[in-house]
């Protein structure tokens, strides 16, 4: 089945205390990107890749880091949570990304990251 | 700048009233895409419609409908018939060329609940 998996679902921490989200897809999509949402905001783009090796910030990307170090994944990092950064994390790929291609966005069922 | 707005916040009806989604956007390209993501309350963000810039017919799936209007900027999304199960937040997006990367910009979502 095509999916993108992200885990840990939810996740409760400390501030200070360094987690990553891990994300992964099947589907051999090339572009991948991260996306948190928060009430009243809607999504807002974290970071995002455009293939292996390739990625770049999105509109909110302080106190994050990501990597592609293979197609299928692409982890969420924070060094040092702090508690602005609770919210609800989704991973999302598409085929391309590239600007002649909109092939929608499939999403992961997403990470509830509260920070304490 | 790219932008979407999703003026209505929460709108509730009784079952099997029609209701209407209003979606404005924000662009200077001219090939552009638009979406629309349903969110029930499971969590998980579910693609409903892709409709790019050069096509404004108006497209109907089921209960569903859409109406692409250039001269207004609007995407608006109307459900017939409602049903309970279509209780969701429903995200409206505009996708675009931005700094040489496609972007997905989402609006703020609005939180529908159908009464029975």
């Known amino acids: 089945e095509a999916q993108v998996t992200q885990n840990p679902r939810y996740l409760i921490t400390v501030t200070g205390k360094k987690l990553t989200v891990t994300c992964s897809q099947n589907?051999?999509?090339?572009?991948m990107s991260w996306y948190r949402q928060d009430p009243g905001l809607g999504l807002r783009q974290i970071y995002y890749?455009?293939?292996?090796?390739?990625?770049d910030k999105g509109d909110v990307p302080e106190g994050y880091k990501v990597s592609r170090k293979e197609k299928r994944n692409f982890p969420l990092i924070l060094e040092s949570p702090s508690p602005n950064q609770t919210s609800l994390y989704f991973c999302?790929?598409?085929?391309?990304?590239?600007?002649?291609?909109?092939?929608?966005?499939?999403f992961g069922n997403g990470t509830r990251l509260t920070v304490t | 700048a790219q932008k979407v707005t999703q003026a209505q916040t929460e709108i509730s009806v009784v079952e099997k009233e029609d209701v209407t989604l209003d979606c404005v956007y924000e662009?200077?390209?001219?090939?552009?895409?638009l979406f629309w993501y349903k969110q029930p309350p499971s969590g998980e963000l579910v693609f409903l419609i892709r409709?790019?810039?050069?096509?404004?017919q108006n497209e109907i799936s089921g209960r569903y409908s859409w109406n692409f209007q250039k001269s207004t900027s609007s995407f608006n999304f109307t459900i017939t018939a409602s049903q309970v199960v279509d209780s969701a937040v429903y995200f409206c997006?505009?996708?675009?060329?931005?700094?040489?990367?496609?972007?997905?910009?989402f609006g703020q979502g609005t939180r529908l609940t159908i009464n029975p």
């Open positions: 662009t200077r390209d001219t090939t552009y895409y």
């Open positions: 589907m051999n999509h090339e572009y």
């Open positions: 997006a505009l996708s675009g060329l931005i700094q040489g990367a496609q972007k997905l910009v």
């Open positions: 890749s455009m293939n292996v090796e390739v990625t």
């Open positions: 409709r790019n810039s050069f096509d404004e």
């Open positions: 999302a790929s598409s085929l391309l990304g590239q600007y002649r291609d909109n092939s929608p966005l499939h």
